[in-house]
Structure formats: structure tokens, C-alpha cells
């Protein structure tokens, strides 16, 4: 079984967002690490291989420094990584990303391909279903427990308060919530070994099947208008020495104040 999973850096939100003056985020000026969805898909191929000998390939689209992700990839158990960067490849939306993602994939063996449910910068949930259209493969979403069954997968489809049970023949797209595991910690062995190992490097020139309208920022269909922080919360008003019928009365007052009753 060949299995090529989808990665992206994203900033670590934790230690702060900046941006650019146009309003875009500047990555490069942040921390970055491996999209939280993205580890939990990496972590059940990795179960896969353990289970059923698979092999694992990693890709990522993003800039040079995308690189350290796929390191860890390689640290977690991954058998090839590959890192898709160009320069006209920048400022892609989702349709951009997942057009490019495919003809990356299309170079490749495949029969089951797992993305994150989303990424943490966007939260658009877009970019794994596209790159099913794109190759033309059926996809499963929001799975949280992947099974193999000859050539079919079976996947618990997480919905509201239930899940669904569905089976697919493969090849397929399977889409990763975080919930869907405890991703591995890297081993200090498998730490220095992925530093021996070598990240393919593709760039536009080796995405054959591309077309120049639909890579990069030109051919995003969407452009950010304005990106800014989260807003902060003011510190709130404290009232003390009120029994309860007072406070009762307080909040409604407040609450007709505002116009929500």
C-alpha cells in the first residue's frame, strides 16, 4: 500500500500573529509548526504502515523553510518527503493550493491520500476535498478511526452527535480531525537520522500537468481583503452586594439595555 500524506507549516498562533502592511500574514516572521489536523493524518498512515507495511510520502507546498516539517515527518517514521516551493507558487488561495498539491501528487504511486480537516490559519476545510476533484477520487471527510479492508478503506465519519460508517474503494481522499489520534512523539534516533535524509525539491517546472492560470496569486479566484488580530475583550463590569432578586433585575436591565430581550 502507497500512502501520500498532505502537510502544511502554519504559524504558531500561540506566540503571537503579525502581518503584513497589505494585511497578509507574515509567515516568515513567525513561528511555525506542523497543522495539528495534519499531524493526526500523518500519525494514522503511520499506523498503517505499522499494521500493514505501507508506505508513507509526505508532501508539502509552502516556502524553503517548510522544510522543518517534513523533518519531522521523517523523525516521526515517514518514508520520502517532498517539498513543493516556487516563487510564482506564492499567495495561493485554496483553489491555487489544491491545484498545485494535485499535480504534485499526480507525479506519485497512490492509494490513499490523507490531508488535516483543515488548517489552522484558514479554517476553510477547502483544500483536501478540492484535491479530490482535482484527481478525480472519491473523499471521506471528518474521519476519526480509519480501517483497510482489502482495497477498500473504512472510515468513521464524525457528524454532530453521531458518526457515520463509510467504506470507499481505494484509490481515495480521507480527510483528518485531531481528535482522530495521539500523533508520536519524535524519537531522538529518528531526530538525527531525519537530518541524513533528503527532502525532494519540486518546483513548477515539475508540475507537468499544472496550468500557468491556475497557480500562485494570479490564479487565486479569492484575495484577502483584511486580516487582523482577534479582538481583545474588555475587562467586563464586577457587582457585588446583591441578593438574588437584585441581581436578577441587574442583568434583565442590562440585557433590555442591549436590546437582546
Request: proline share 4%; with cysteine; net charge negative.
Amino acid at each position: 500500500m502507497k500512502i501520500v500524506v498532505c502537510i502544511k507549516q502554519v504559524p504558531d498562533t500561540k506566540g503571537g500573529v503579525k502581518f503584513k502592511p497589505d494585511g497578509t500574514l507574515d509567515r516568515g516572521a513567525m513561528l511555525a509548526i506542523m497543522n495539528p489536523d495534519d499531524k493526526a493524518g500523518l500519525e494514522a498512515a503511520l499506523r498503517l504502515k505499522d499494521q500493514y507495511g505501507a508506505e508513507v510520502t509526505v508532501v508539502t507546498m509552502g516556502l524553503p523553510k517548510a522544510d522543518a516539517v517534513l523533518r519531522e515527518a521523517y523523525a516521526m517514521g515517514a518514508d520520502k518527503c517532498i517539498l513543493v516551493t516556487d516563487r510564482v507558487l506564492g499567495g495561493a488561495d485554496t483553489w491555487a493550493t489544491s491545484s498545485t498539491v494535485a499535480a504534485a501528487v499526480r507525479n506519485l504511486e497512490y492509494d490513499l491520500i490523507i490531508t488535516g480537516r483543515q488548517a489552522i490559519d484558514g479554517d476553510t476545510a477547502q483544500v483536501g476535498p478540492q484535491i479530490s476533484e482535482h484527481l478525480d477520487i472519491p473523499v471521506i471527510s471528518y474521519a476519526q478511526e480509519i480501517k483497510i479492508d482489502g482495497d477498500y478503506v473504512i472510515v468513521q465519519r464524525q457528524y454532530e452527535d453521531r458518526y457515520h460508517v463509510l467504506k470507499a474503494k481505494m484509490p481515495c481522499l480521507i480527510t483528518a480531525l485531531s481528535e482522530l489520534n495521539e500523533p508520536r512523539y519524535m524519537t531522538p534516533g529518528g531526530i538525527f537520522d531525519a537530518f541524513d535524509k533528503e527532502v525532494t525539491v519540486w518546483g513548477r517546472a515539475d508540475l507537468t500537468t499544472l496550468s500557468d492560470e491556475n497557480i500562485g496569486l494570479a490564479g487565486s479566484p479569492t484575495k484577502i481583503a483584511k486580516a487582523c488580530d482577534k479582538v481583545r475583550k474588555g475587562a467586563g463590569e464586577l457587582k457585588t452586594g446583591l441578593d438574588s432578586d437584585e441581581a436578577v433585575a441587574y442583568i434583565m436591565g442590562k440585557l433590555t439595555e442591549k436590546h437582546i430581550v
